[in-house]
C-alpha cells in the first residue's frame, strides 16, 4: 500500500493492506449496540460501543503492519570482491586488506562481503566476516614450535610451481575460469534490504569475460551507488600464448602465415614455442620474449583435405599459469575429395585404393584401431569405408563419433562386406546399424542348418552393476538374431551352477528372455563345472550345429579346462570365450578357445559385450553368408550407375545376407534376392551398404573388370559429403562464452541477395552433443545466430540453407575455443571502473574509509507500530469488560444516598 503522507517528514505504511478488509466488523457492532438488551445507562453504553470500534482498529492496523515510515541515512554496504583466477595472490591479500580497513569505519552501519567469478557465491555477514578476521588475527599471534615456524618459512620462501595461486576460503564452488561483473552487481543490489541506503563496493581488475557490466551499472542510475576499486594486475612471472591466426579456408598445397602471439610481463630467453599441423611438430624454435606483445610468424602448407588443427604451444618460459600456454586454429583446405578406409587386412585394400587414386580420390587407409576418436578428426575426411571391420574392433564412442559425423554433419558412410562385416560382425543394435540402409535381425532360411547354443556366463560378485547388466543385454541379443529351429541355454555361475534357463526352442523366444531378467550377481567363480554341464547339455541335443559362449571378469577356481574342451571339441562343439576387464584369465580363456575352434574376445568396456555375443551368435549359426557365385542384377536403375555397362561384369563369389530396412533404396541384388547395393539418406548424410567386398576374396573377378574404379568412383563421389558453399560466406565473432555466426548469401548467378530462405545451422560440441539452431534472418542476404560456446575444444558447424523446398547451399565449419579469456594477461581496466562509478554516482578508486562515508541522499526507514498497537488494544480491552460488567450509573447513585440521623 502507497504510503500515507502527514504534514510532517514521516509517512505511515501498511504491508499487508488485505487486514482493513476486518473493519467489516464495525457495523456489527453498531447493530448488537441497538439490539442489545443491557439495561446500562445509554451513556455507558456508548462508551462502550467506542471502545470495542477503537480495539477493532487498533487490532486490524497491528495486523496490517501499519509502519511508521521516515529518513534515515544508516548505510547497508556490499563488498563485491573478484575471486577469479587473473587475480594474483598480491591482489588477493590488497582485496582483504581493504575490506578490514573499510570495516573499522563501519560504525552503525551495516555491511556484507560477496565473493564472486563466474557468478556470484554465497554472501557472507560483515558480524561473521569481522570474526573470522579476528580468529585468524589471535592464531597468527599464537606462538608457534621452533620446528614449524621454520618449515612455514622455508615454504614462504620456496618458489611455486607453475599454476594458480591458491584458492580463497571464500571463493570454493566458484567458477574461477571466468569474470562477470554485472552479474554481481544485480546480484548485490538485489541483496541490499529495504530501509537502508544502498551502497556497492565492486573490488576487481575491471576485466570482466561475461555479461555486460556498463548496462547493468546503467540500470542501477539514481538507485545503488557504486564504489569502485581496482586491483593491481599480476606481478609474478605469467607468459601465455594469446592467439594463432591462420587463414579459415586454403587451397590443397598452398602456402599460407600461421601467426602466433605471446604476452609476457617479463624478458625471458629461456623458452621455446612448437608449432603442429594435426600431430606432426612442423616447428620447434627458440623465441627470446620481451615484455608486451610478441609476434612469430610461420609459413605452412597442408598437402591432405580436410580440416586440419594448427596448434601452437610454449615450452621452458618462467611461468605462473600453465593452462594458457597452447591454443590452436583451425584450417581447412579444400582439394581432392578425402576419403579414410578402414580394412581389417590392410594390405588387402591396395586394389580399391589405387582405383580411386586413379580417380582423383585421396584416400587414407587404417587399421580398424586407428578409427577417429573424434569429429575433428574425422572431419578431415569426406567418406568412411568399413570394409570387413567388426564391430568389436571399434568402441562405443568410435561408433558415435561416426554415427553423429553422418547424421549431423553430412559425412558419407559405406560398409563393405565379409566374414566380420554386418551381422557378422556384431553390428546388431550398435549404433552403426543404425546408420546402415539394411539391417542384420533376419530369420534364418530353413534349410540352413540348426544351432544349439549355450550361453556360460559368471556371475560372481565382481560382475555387479554395468557388467552384469550388460552380460544381460548380450545374452538378449544372442537370442534375438537366433531362428526357429535354433535352441538356445543360459547357464550362470558363481562358487555353483544356475540355470538361468534351460535349452530351450527359439520358438518361444520370450520364455528367454523372461528368464534372462532375473539374472543376479553375487558369489565367487568356478567355471569349470558350468563348462562341463554345458557340454553334457549340448550332447545330449539333437541339432547339425553347437555352440558355446562363455564369459567371465576373473579368475576360475582349477578344473580340468583342457580335457572339458577337448571333450566338446570331440564331439563337434565349438567355443568361444570373452574376457571382460584386465583381471580374467585371458591366458586360460585363449588356450579354451583355440581347443575349442572357437575366438576369444578381450572386452575392456563392459558396453562391448553385446556387440561380440552378436557377432558371435551370427557367425556360429552359419547363416549370414552366401558364398556361390552371382551376376549383379541391377533393381533400380539410376543416375550414378547409368555409364556402367554391369551386364558385362563378372561374377562375384560371396555376399552377407542382409534385408534392406522400409526406407532404403536397393539398387543392385543377388540372384537370390537379397541386397547387393543399397543407400539411403540418414540425417543429413548418405549411407552406403555393399554386401559384397572389393577385394580378392568375393570380388577377385571384379578387380579385372576395366570398369572396376569407375564402378567404385561412382559410388563414392555420391556417398560424399557434399558441400555447396558458392555465394556465401561465414562469419564467426567471438564474444565472452558466446559467438555470434552469421552467413552472407547471394542467389547464384543473378547475384541478388539470397532473401527468405530457411536456414539451420547444426552445432556438434567438444562432448559430441548435438543441437538444431534456426538461423533467422536479420538484414538483406544476411542469417544470424548466437551459440554458447562455454566448452573447451573444437566445434562442428553444419550450415543448410533451402528455399522453396530446394537445397540451395551447405557447408561445414570449424570453431576453436582455446583456454578461458579469464587467463589473459590483461591490465587491470581502469576506465571500465571509472565508467561504472560515474554511471551510479559513485567514486572510482575509492579509499576504505570512504566505503561508510555519510550519504548524501536517505532512505526510508520502517518503525513497525504493531507492539504499541497492542499494547493500546489490550488497555481498550480491559476498559471495556469493565464497562460491560460494572453499572457506572448504579456506583453514583450509591455515592449519594444520605446517612441516617443519629438519635440521641
Not at 118 to 140: F, N, T, Y
Request: charged share 25%; aromatic share 6%; glycine share 8%.
Amino acid at each position: 500500500m502507497a504510503p500515507l503522507s502527514l504534514p510532517f517528514q514521516v509517512q505511515l505504511e501498511l504491508t499487508r493492506p488485505w487486514w482493513l478488509l476486518g473493519l467489516a466488523v464495525l457495523p456489527g457492532l453498531v447493530y448488537y449496540f441497538y439490539r442489545s438488551l443491557v439495561d446500562f445507562a445509554r451513556w455507558q453504553r456508548v462508551l462502550s460501543l467506542l471502545l470495542r470500534g477503537a480495539l477493532v482498529v487498533l487490532l486490524v492496523l497491528a495486523l496490517g503492519g501499519l509502519s511508521l515510515i521516515r529518513p534515515t541515512r544508516e548505510l547497508f554496504v556490499i563488498f563485491a570482491v573478484d575471486r577469479s583466477e587473473s587475480i594474483g595472490e598480491p591482489g588477493i591479500r590488497a582485496a582483504d586488506e581493504y575490506v578490514a580497513k573499510a570495516a573499522e569505519h563501519a560504525g552503525s552501519n551495516r555491511f556484507a562481503v560477496l565473493p564472486f567469478a563466474g557468478s556470484p557465491g554465497k554472501l557472507r555477514d560483515g558480524a561473521e566476516v569481522l570474526r573470522q578476521r579476528d580468529k585468524a588475527a589471535r592464531v597468527a599471534r599464537e606462538p608457534k614450535p621452533a620446528a614449524a615456524e621454520k618449515s612455514q618459512s622455508r615454504a614462504a620462501s620456496a618458489p611455486r610451481p607453475g599454476g594458480p595461486p591458491p584458492e580463497p576460503p571464500d571463493a570454493k564452488g566458484l567458477d574461477r575460469k571466468a569474470t562477470d561483473l554485472a552479474s554481481a552487481l544485480e546480484v548485490a543490489a538485489a541483496a541490499i534490504p529495504p530501509f537502508y541506503v544502498p551502497r556497492i563496493v565492486l573490488i576487481t581488475d575491471g576485466n570482466p569475460t561475461l555479461g555486460d557490466a556498463a548496462r547493468a551499472a546503467a540500470a542501477m542510475r539514481g538507485k545503488v551507488e557504486v564504489l569502485t576499486m581496482p586491483l593491481p594486475r599480476r606481478t609474478e612471472p605469467e607468459v601465455q600464448l594469446s592467439s594463432v591466426s591462420a587463414p579459415a579456408q586454403v587451397l590443397q598445397g598452398e602456402p599460407f602465415r600461421v601467426e602466433v602471439l605471446v604476452d609476457s610481463n617479463h624478458a625471458d630467453e629461456a623458452g621455446r614455442i612448437e608449432v603442429y599441423r594435426g600431430d606432426i611438430k612442423v616447428a620447434d624454435q627458440a623465441v627470446a620474449l620481451r615484455p608486451g606483445e610478441n609476434r612469430v610468424v610461420l609459413k605452412q602448407t597442408i598437402d591432405a583435405g580436410g580440416l586440419t588443427p594448427v596448434t601452437a604451444r610454449l615450452r621452458g618460459y618462467r611461468d605462473t599459469l600453465l593452462d594458457n600456454n597452447s591454443d590452436f586454429a583451425l584450417v581447412s583446405a579444400a582439394g581432392k575429395p578425402r576419403v579414410l578406409l578402414l580394412e581389417s587386412e590392410p594390405d588387402q585394400a591396395r586394389h580399391l585404393s589405387w582405383a580411386l587414386e586413379e580417380q582423383n580420390i585421396q584416400i587414407d587407409v587404417r587399421p580398424p584401431r586407428g578409427a577417429p576418436e573424434n569429429l575433428a578428426e574425422l572431419q578431415n575426411y569426406d567418406l568412411l569405408v568399413l570394409s570387413n571391420v567388426p564391430a568389436t574392433a571399434l568402441s562405443l564412442r568410435q561408433m558415435e563419433v561416426a554415427r553423429t559425423y553422418v547424421r549431423d554433419l553430412g559425412g558419407g558412410l559405406i560398409m563393405l562386406g565379409g566374414d566380420q562385416s554386418f551381422g557378422l560382425g556384431g553390428y546388431y543394435k550398435s549404433s552403426l546399424e543404425e546408420i546402415l540402409p539394411v539391417r542384420s535381425d533376419f530369420e534364418k532360411e530353413k534349410e540352413k542348418p540348426s544351432l544349439a547354443m549355450m550361453l556360460v556366463i559368471d556371475k560372481s560378485g565382481s560382475m555387479g552393476g554395468e557388467k552384469i547388466e550388460m552380460a544381460k543385454e548380450a545374452a538378449r541379443a544372442a537370442v534375438d538374431l537366433l531362428g526357429p529351429s535354433d535352441k538356445v541355454g543360459v547357464l550362470a555361475f558363481d562358487g555353483e551352477n544356475f540355470w538361468i534357463s534351460e535349452l530351450h526352442p527359439c520358438t518361444d523366444k520370450g520364455f528367454v528372455l523372461d528368464r534372462i531378467a532375473g539374472l543376479e550377481a553375487g558369489g565367487g567363480t568356478s567355471m569349470a563345472p558350468a563348462m562341463e554341464e554345458a557340454y553334457d547339455t549340448l550332447k545330449a541335443a539333437v541339432a547339425k550345429l553347437k555352440h558355446v559362449i562363455v564369459l567371465t571378469d576373473g579368475i576360475s577356481a582349477p578344473g580340468d579346462f583342457e580335457g572339458i574342451t577337448q571333450a566338446m571339441n570331440a564331439d563337434r562343439i565349438t567355443v568361444s570365450t570373452v574376457a571382460m576387464g584386465s583381471d580374467a584369465d585371458q591366458n586360460l580363456l585363449e588356450e579354451i578357445a583355440r581347443i575349442g575352434n572357437g575366438r576369444s574376445y578381450v572386452a575392456d568396456d563392459p558396453a562391448q559385450v553385446p556387440q561380440i555375443f552378436a557377432r558371435e551368435t551370427v557367425t556360429a549359426s552359419k547363416s549370414a553368408i552366401n558364398e556361390q557365385p552371382f551376376s549383379p542384377a541391377v533393381v533400380r536403375p539410376t543416375q550414378v550407375l547409368s555409364e556402367l555397362r554391369l551386364e558385362e561384369a563378372p561374377f562375384l563369389l560371396g555376399y552377407v545376407i542382409t534385408r534392406p530396412k522400409p526406407t532404403a533404396e536397393v539398387i543392385l541384388a543377388t540372384e537370390a534376392g537379397d541386397p547387393l547395393l543399397a543407400w539411403w539418406r540418414y540425417g543429413l548424410g548418405m549411407s552406403v551398404a555393399f554386401t559384397s567386398d572389393a577385394k580378392a576374396r568375393w570380388a577377385a573377378e571384379w578387380l579385372t573388370w576395366p570398369q572396376f574404379g569407375q564402378f567404385w568412383a561412382q559410388i563414392v563421389r555420391h556417398a560424399l559429403r557434399k558441400s555447396e558453399a558458392r555465394g556465401s560466406s561465414v562469419r564467426i565473432e567471438r564474444n565472452g562464452r558466446k559467438a555470434v555466426v552469421s552467413i552472407d548469401a547471394i542467389e547464384q548467378p543473378t547475384g541478388r541477395f539470397l532473401n527468405g530462405a530457411t536456414t539451420e545451422l547444426t552445432l556438434v560440441d567438444p562432448a559430441l552433443g548435438t543441437r538444431k539452431i534456426p538461423m533467422p534472418q536479420v538484414a538483406p542476404g544476411r542469417y544470424q545466430a548466437e551459440l554458447d560456446t562455454s566448452r573447451q575444444g573444437t566445434y562442428q558447424l553444419m550450415f543448410s540453407q533451402t528455399k522453396d523446398s530446394r537445397l540451395v547451399g551447405r557447408q561445414t565449419r570449424g570453431l576453436a575455443i582455446g583456454y578461458p579469456d579469464e587467463l589473459r594477461l590483461r591490465p587491470t581496466d581502469n576506465e571500465l571502473l571509472k565508467t561504472i562509478a560515474a554511471t551510479t554516482g559513485g567514486r572510482s578508486d575509492a579509499p576504505p574509509e570512504s566505503a561508510f562515508s555519510p550519504p548524501e541522499r536517505t532512505a526510508p526507514s520502517a518503525v513497525p507500530l504493531w507492539p504499541y498497537l497492542a499494547v493500546a488494544a489490550a488497555f481498550l480491552f480491559v476498559l471495556d469488560v469493565a464497562l460491560r460488567r460494572v453499572d457506572l450509573t448504579l456506583l453514583g447513585a450509591r455515592r449519594r444516598i444520605p446517612l441516617p440521623a443519629r438519635t440521641t
